[in-house]
Every structure is written in C-alpha cells, then in structure tokens.
C-alpha cells in the first residue's frame, strides 16, 4: 500500500457563537494515500468546506489532529505552517481566485516565486503547465480576457505548479457551464495518472462517479459510500 499523504485522526471542529455551540465535525477519521483520488459529497452544511479548510491547514481543528506528509499541521507555528502549505499542497475553489492584473503564466508561476524559484524557472514551468491543461494559445491573457472554463483551467495549473502531494478542490466545476465542466472534469482524470493525492468536494455525481472513494460527510463524520 503507498504512503500516507494525509491522515486525520478524531478530528472534531466545533464553531462558538455566544452561547451557542455548532458541533460540524466530530470523530472524523480519514488516511488518503499517495495517488488517491476521493470525492466528498454531503448536504449543505454538513461541514464540507469546514473539513477541506482543516485540511488545508486554513483553520485549526477544536479536536484531533490533521497530519500532512507525517506533520501535524497543529503543531507548526503561522509561517512554517505558510511554507509546509506551499510545497505540499493546492488548492482550487469553486471561483478561481486568479490575480486580475496578472497574465496567465505569471499567476501559475506564483506559488513558486514565493517558494523562492528564480523568476525565469519558475515562467518556464508555468509555460509548461499552462500547455499540459491546454491553454498554450492563453499564456498572456489576463483573467478577465479568458473565459469560466479556462480561469479554471488555469487555477489547475497553479495548484499543480508545486508538485504538490495532495491538492485540495471545492466544488471545482460549480461555477462553470456543462461544457468547461466536461472539460474540467477531463483534466482532472487526465491528472490520476500524476503521484499528487486529490480531495474533492462537489455536488457533481458524475464528478464523484470518476474517483476512487466516494465518502459522505454526515453527522460530523466521514461514511464510505461503497459501504
Ligand atoms: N465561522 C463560522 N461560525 C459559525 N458557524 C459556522 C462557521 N462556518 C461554518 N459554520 C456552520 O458550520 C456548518 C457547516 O458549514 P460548511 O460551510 O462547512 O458546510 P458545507 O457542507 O460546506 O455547506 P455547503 O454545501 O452549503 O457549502 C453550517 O451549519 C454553518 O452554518
């Protein structure tokens, strides 16, 4: 069996508010291994996004532990925590948060200039990126020049810029026609043949269909759809 990517251990999230307390996650246990693909479907406000940004280090857990590459995430401070994100981890949402005054290359290029790449390396590995996911032809355009599917397209390209070990996606085809979702979805099987590990939350059954576990978040925990 490959390794361990990441692994999360009676993981529990609860939210105060006042005198009000949300219990979102409770006793999740989840171990996704290298080259793994699962998806995570749920009912809204199950706690989807909640669990993603504890994956992704974005928010601490009120319990249990979340462990990235064998680090627990918990136990780095806010920039060792900064720099274990950049190199193990992308990260694509729903909108594709791209920098609107730069070019393509430039915004793929991104995650590596601040992981201290050269500038010129780290443009010629965007460049290479930006034609696996088809976008040659886009290289320097802005965001508001391409179109829903290619922005996305392009966010994918950033999030892989890394190498990273795992890559974390929210509703990656949400926002996006059936047609740029097709070929979303295209690129994210293309990409199963790559070693990085994904996590995908989506409401797409057909999205879900195409990984290789499908768990459902309900009752604070985590259950095997196959189960
Ligand atoms: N910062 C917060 N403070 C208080 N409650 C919160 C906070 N963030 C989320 N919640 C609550 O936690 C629960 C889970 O929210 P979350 O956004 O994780 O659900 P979700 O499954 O991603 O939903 P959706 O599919 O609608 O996006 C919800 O009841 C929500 O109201």
Redesign the pocket.
Known sequence: MSEVVLRCSSLGKH?S?GEDA?Q?LKGLDLSLHAGEKIAIV?A???????LLNLLGGLDAPSEGTVELSGQDLNQLDEAALCGWRNQRLGFVYQFHHLLGEFDAVENVAMPLLIAGTSRKSAQEKAALLLQRVGLAHRMKHRPGQLSGGERQRVAIARALVNEPACVLMDEPTGNLDPHSAGQVLALIDELGEADASFVIVTHDAHIASRMHRVLT?AGGTLVDSAA
């Open positions: 939210y508010d949300v979102v749920g809204s406000g199950s706690g989807k996004s909640t978040l």
